[in-house]
Nanobody
Framework: QVQLVESGGGLVQAGGSLRLSCAAS????????MGWYRQAPGKQRDLVAFITSGGSTVYADSVKGRFTISRDNAKNTVYLQMSDLKPEDTAVYFC??????????????WGQGTQVTVSS
């Protein structure tokens, strides 16, 4: 299994920056991709960005050019650098990891979430 712990959320003014971190532990060798999702009150959880073990990245259109996802394989940590933040970026941000279980099945793990609030 893979466990995830996020950090780095907080309150920031519009136009500001924040960096989120997500540290993985457990069976980290089996992780195939890691990513960030966000969920605003009353809305569904949506993909923000993800990065594969090979370094390929995908971003939601709403964050392209403003957010950057990266990973440090040695530290089993994925980062989300968020710049030019907007009030509509306010949400709880969740880290996600996809990994292969011992029975060769694709599994997913979620972190506990970290709040990001952008004031106008």
């Amino acid at each position: 299994q893979v466990q995830l712990v996020e950090s780095g959320g907080g309150l920031v003014q519009a136009g500001g920056s924040l960096r989120l971190s997500c540290a993985a532990s457990g069976s980290t060798f089996s992780i195939t991709s890691m990513g960030w999702y966000r969920q605003a009150p009353g809305k569904q959880r949506d993909l923000v960005a993800f990065i594969t073990s090979g370094g390929s990245t995908v971003y939601a259109d709403s964050v392209k050019g403003r957010f950057t996802i990266s990973r440090d394989n040695a530290k089993n940590t994925v980062y989300l650098q968020m710049s030019d933040l907007k009030p509509e970026d306010t949400a709880v941000y969740f880290c996600n990891a996809l990994y292969i279980s011992g029975s060769d099945q694709q599994m997913g793990s979620w972190g506990q979430g970290t709040q990001v609030t952008v004031s106008s």
